[in-house]
């Protein structure tokens, strides 16, 4: 059974910082991506950031040039660096793995932008 487990949300003002964290437990073959998606107050849940176990990596316009996502060389854990951040960045941050036979989430980090 794979489980991840996401580490890193919190309070943080406007223009600051937090990086998250998710850890892949568990028996995992093949190829997978991994990656982020967020649900804002009242939203429906997005793509944020992913990544590819060759390292092609995947934005939304409106984290580019702020967010940027990578995964260790095990491959089996993904950050999410989070810079410039906005009120409208608010949201649960979910982590996320694809493999050819099957997709698994995380249960979700709070992350809330707020002076």
């Known amino acids: 059974q794979v489980q991840l487990v996401e580490s890193g949300g919190g309070l943080v003002q406007p223009v600051g910082s937090l990086r998250l964290s998710c850890a892949a437990s568990?028996?995992?073959?093949?190829?997978?991506?991994m990656g982020w998606y967020r649900q804002g107050p009242g939203k429906q849940r997005e793509l944020v950031a992913s990544?590819?176990?060759?390292?092609?990596?995947n934005y939304a316009d409106s984290v580019k040039g702020r967010f940027t996502v990578s995964m260790d060389n095990a491959k089996t854990t993904v950050y999410l660096q989070m810079n410039a951040l906005k009120p409208e960045d608010t949201a649960v941050y979910y982590c996320?793995?694809?493999?050819?036979?099957?997709?698994?989430w995380g249960k979700g980090t709070l992350v809330t932008v707020s002076s």
């Open positions: 996320n793995l694809k493999t050819a036979w099957a997709e698994y």
């Open positions: 990544i590819t176990g060759g390292g092609t990596s």
């Open positions: 568990g028996v995992i073959f093949g190829s997978r991506s």
